[in-house]
C-alpha cells in the first residue's frame, strides 16, 4: 500500500515556474511508478508525466514536453514535477499517484489529495 501526498501548487503568473513534490508513504521495498496527473474545473482528469521506480525511466504528456520535468529522489521518498513557462490552460489541481507504466489514469491504484494549480494572465 502506498500513501501519497502532494505539495508545492499555488497562484502563479503566465510565464512562471512551479515546483510540485509528491511524498511517497509505502509499506514495501518495491519503488512504485508515479504518475502526475491534471484535472481543471469540469474536465476529465488527464495525464501528465510519469516516472519509474527507480527513475530511470520517463514519459510525459506532448503538452507537457519541454515544458515539465519529472523526477524522483527514492532515498527521500519524493517525487517531483518542474513545471516551467506555465500557461492558463495549465490551472487545475494536480495528483500524484501510483500504478502501473501507464498514462490511463483509470489503472492507478493510489492516489493524494491533490494541489492547486493557478495560472493568471
Known amino acids: 500500500q502506498v500513501k501519497l501526498i502532494e505539495s508545492g501548487g499555488g497562484l502563479v503568473q503566465a510565464g512562471d515556474s512551479l515546483r510540485l513534490s509528491c511524498a511517497i508513504v509505502r509499506r514495501t521495498s518495491t519503488l512504485p511508478n508515479i504518475g502526475w496527473f491534471r484535472q481543471a474545473p469540469g474536465k476529465a482528469r488527464t495525464f501528465v508525466c510519469m516516472?519509474?521506480?527507480?527513475?530511470?525511466?520517463?514519459y510525459c504528456a506532448d503538452f507537457a514536453k519541454g515544458r515539465f520535468t519529472v523526477s524522483r529522489n527514492n532515498a527521500r521518498n519524493t517525487a517531483s514535477l518542474q513545471m516551467n513557462d506555465l500557461k492558463p490552460e495549465d490551472t487545475g489541481v494536480y495528483y500524484c499517484?501510483?500504478?502501473?507504466?501507464?498514462?490511463?489514469?483509470?489503472?492507478?491504484?493510489?492516489w493524494g489529495q491533490g494541489t492547486q494549480v493557478t495560472v493568471s494572465t
Open positions: 516516472i519509474s521506480g527507480s527513475g530511470g525511466g520517463t
Open positions: 499517484a501510483n500504478g502501473p507504466w501507464t498514462n490511463r489514469s483509470d489503472s492507478y491504484n493510489f
